[in-house]
Structures are given as structure tokens and as C-alpha cells.
DNA sequence: ACAAAAGTGTTTTTTATACACCCATGC
DNA sequence: GCATGGGTGTATAAAAAACACTTTTGT
């Protein structure tokens, strides 16, 4: 864990010493998350590896950053390849990057390492539109069908899960995976998509979230089957404000 | 944001597609907190470059990753050569690889990109002995004195302040930087320290972090100074095993 | 005795939880 | 008219916030 060879003779024997770095390739992969409320399962995209390690395993849909090109352009890029979509959450999630998490590691190749930043997206199920490949080497798996994956993108799938669930609660993201306008009854199947059933009773949701002062009733009404038709409501950009980068408890 | 140049057909056109791939150099930068209770200061440990770019210059200690090493080993080999410590917390921060962040990525040189996983890393003020190297090369910082730092280090300091002080309200990292015995007020004191004065009163702190059950009292007391001595107190691994990887409120 | 720090208790306000109940619509 | 989902209200319990008060030490 600590050689003590000095970085602070680089200068003298630069060339011995840069003989020890590691050169890398970046990757980006992406956690993209949809939320089908109607059946009340949460989504992640999944592609089929078709090209060299790993070839006809599903994967999270990645790409190697190009000369020039940012981490998060990257990020939007693998996502345009595979998705059309107008609106979009996206951020950063984890970077992975262990010497052998990769088998193009392996020690007969250039040795060069691979490592892995994730980035975490969610979109609207609804108007996702996958742009197909070849047959169908693209598809949302419902997370608790989630087949075995390629590299350790289990892990990355697992943990983006977890952020999902944090973001669901202290932040705003849920009203970017729904339409701008929404009754509170789909605002509340997709909390209850994503925490699981007993995250609480409907009326207290409606209450507190109501209370935060962020929703507007349209005054809009709109009637789904049978039942008193439900008011539509959109997230006030503006009420929220001012709880931005503050945190913030939602539900 | 988008050309369409295969990925996939990288296979056929190995050279030419590799050809558009960034090469990266990958850095670890470390952003070592500790608290100096006494003094109620949040304190940042910084290094004064001595080499190639923007030498002179404060900056956050890092190194590059060299072959076969881990990220995570990397992070601990800088933390290793410029503090001494018994324990210490540390976890990845966000991974900053914009193109132009690095001078080092001038168009003039080997067009290779420096990529910069950032960790937090909170040790124990009292404990931590800093390996001086020059005359003066190493120094703590209080947050609010930090000068400008090298490369795009400032924001990685802002980053993470903000996990500190979220680490400090959802989980129990404040016992890593206290001594295994502590005083209620020394628990309170660092709180303070980093979540600001009006965070809480004294005696609701109390009540709250007590009815956690995750504290035991050791039954020795401690004088310090004039008034009451008080109550030594130990974290308890056992109890708060249960809550691990729950959410879970600390203060 | 009195200042200083530790520790306890009480009161008030706010938030969470569990339900019971009324409302508007389709069939 | 009755089942279905939308929406309001109430009663109880728990947690947070404010602050008064007691206890034990050093000087």
C-alpha cells in the first residue's frame, strides 16, 4: 500500500517513473432508470454486448470517452445512441476502477487499465423511445428481473438503486420523470413504485406534499376510468427555489 | 453530441476507431478533513506543489494511479506519505475529467488526458501527525481560510464540505475522528464545528444522540477544567450494527 | 460561595401515523 | 345505486424545539 519511491524525483527520472503509471481507457456507463407507473414497476435499460469482451451478455449501455469529449458529454451520447427522450435527469454516480474489473486488462494486452465512471439517469417511461439495433439487443428490465451482467455493471446497477431511492427523498426528481402535469395519485404510485408499498398511506402523502408549497393545481381535471376525476398539478419551479442545495425532506 | 461512428465496428477499423479514444493518465486527489474541536475549525489538509504544474501553488495532496494499483490504494498511499494516523475514514468522492481541467493537457504535449477521482477523507485532529517534507510543504487550512488552490481543486474542496457535513447528519463517522472515549460535549463541540452554531441546543443534542442507544457510558468521568467532570462515553459498534446501511438521522 | 460546566426535566409546537368519512364520476 | 378512485378531516402518538432548573466540580 505505499511504496515509498518518490514522486518527488519524477523530475530527475521522469522516465523511470512514468513507467509506473497506469494508462487508462475511460469508459462511461449508464444506470438509466424508468419508472413504469401504470404497472408499478421501476426500469433499467439494458443493452446486448455485441463486440468483444463479454459479447451476447446484456450490459449497461457504455462507450469510451473520445478525445476532447467531457465525461458527462459522453455520458448523453451512449444515452442519445440508445434512447430518444425530451426530458432527462442525469448525474454522476460512481467511478469503478480496480485493476481487473475489465478482462481487456489482461496481461497479454497493451497493458492498459479500464475504468469505469457511471453516471446515474432517469426518463419518462412513457415517451423513452428505445432506438432498436439490430433485433433487439435493447430493452427495460423490470430490477427484480435484472439478468446477470456483463463486468461488474450487478454492482453498478445495485448502487444506482440506492440513489435513486435517496434522490426519490430529498430531492425533486420525481417531477422529472413525470409529465408536467400530474394528479398526486401518479406522483404517489411512483414513490410507491420505487420505496416499496407500505412507504406510507396515501392521505398523509397527499398532505405533506401539498404542504411543501411546490405543487400547483392547474385547476385541471382529468378523469382516469371510473372514479371522482383527479386534479392535475405542476411542479412550481419557482416555490422551489429557494430549497435548492438546501436539504430537503420530501415525503 | 453525437456522430454515429461505430463502436461497433471498432472490430474491423481497430486502429482507426481507437485512434478517436482520449488516453487518460487517472490522478487520486485526497480532501482530508479533521476537526479541531478545541478551536471549533473544520480543517482541510493541503500541500504546496513542488512540481511541473503550478508548482508553488497550494493544492490538495494526490498522486497518479500506477499500474496495478487499485483507486482506493492510490487514495491511501497519498494519505500514507503525508499524514501519520491511527484511524480514518475515507470514501470516493465524484471523479472531475472534463477536458482542460489539467495544463498538463496542453495541445503541445502527448494529447493525454488527466482525469481526477477525488476521496474524502476524515482523520483525527489530535492524532494525525502531518510528515513534513521541504520546510513547510504541508500545512491544515480552516475551511474558511483556504487560499486559491491548483488546478480545478477549489471545487473539489466545496464537494466536499458538503459530504462532511451530510456524512455527520446521516451517519456516525463524528466516532472515526473522536477518541474512542469521548465526552457528550466533545460530541456536541464537533457538530458545531461543522454543521454551524444554532444546529441544535446542547440538552436536546443529548437527549437525541442518547435515545439512539448506540452509546454506552463508560462510568469513568473526566475533569476538564472547572465545573461538573463528565461522563465518558464509548461508541458501540454492536448496537448501531443494526441500523447499518439503513437510512438512518443523526441529529 | 460562586462560577463553570454537566446533566435532567417540563412545556409547547410541530410532524407523523392511522383511520374514518365525504365527494364525484362511470357503469 | 353502487363500485371506484379522489379528496378532507380528526384523533392519537411521537418527535423537535425552547428553556428552566438541578448537580457537581474548581477556585
Known amino acids: 500500500m505505499s511504496e515509498k519511491r518518490g514522486d518527488r524525483k519524477a523530475v530527475t527520472v521522469k522516465i523511470a517513473s512514468d513507467a509506473a503509471l497506469a494508462d487508462f481507457k475511460v469508459g462511461v456507463d449508464n444506470v438509466i432508470f424508468s419508472v413504469d407507473i401504470a404497472q408499478g414497476r ?25 478525445q ?16 430518444r427522450v425530451n426530458n432527462l435527469y442525469l448525474e454522476q454516480l460512481y467511478t469503478f476502477g480496480g485493476p481487473d474489473r475489465d478482462p481487456r486488462e489482461a496481461p497479454d494486452s497493451y497493458n492498459e ?19 432498436a439495433e439490430g433485433v433487439n439487443g435493447i430493452a427495460w428490465y423490470p430490477l427484480n428481473t435484472v439478468p446477470d451482467l456483463a463486468f461488474d455493471h450487478d454492482r453498478i446497477v445495485e448502487y444506482g438503486y440506492r440513489r435513486l431511492r435517496n434522490k426519490l427523498e430529498y430531492s425533486p426528481v420525481a417531477f422529472e420523470v413525470l409529465p408536467d402535469r400530474f394528479t398526486l ?25 401539498l404542504k411543501l408549497g ?32 438546501k436539504p430537503m425532506v420530501f415525503i
Chains 1, 2 share one sequence.
Do not use: C, H
Request: glycine letters at 6%; a negative charge.
Open 214 to 245: 411546490i405543487l400547483g393545481d392547474t385547476g385541471e381535471k382529468v378523469s382516469r376510468g371510473a372514479g371522482r376525476p383527479a386534479s392535475l398539478y405542476q411542479f412550481d419551479r419557482e416555490a422551489f427555489a429557494p430549497f435548492k442545495d
Open 113 to 131: 487499465r479500464y475504468l469505469s465512471v457511471s453516471y446515474f439517469a432517469l426518463v419518462r417511461y412513457d415517451e423513452a423511445q428505445l432506438i
Open 42 to 66: 421501476v426500469l433499467v435499460l439494458l443493452v446486448m454486448r455485441d463486440d468483444d469482451p463479454s459479447i451476447g451478455q446484456w450490459s449497461l449501455p457504455g462507450t469510451l470517452v473520445r
Open 68 to 83: 476532447g469529449e467531457s465525461l458527462e458529454d459522453a455520458a448523453y451520447r451512449v444515452l442519445a445512441e440508445k434512447i
Open 185 to 209: 395519485n401518479e406522483l404517489f404510485q411512483l414513490y410507491t413504485a420505487v420505496l416499496g408499498e407500505n412507504f406510507s398511506d396515501y392521505s398523509n402523502f397527499r398532505t405533506r406534499v
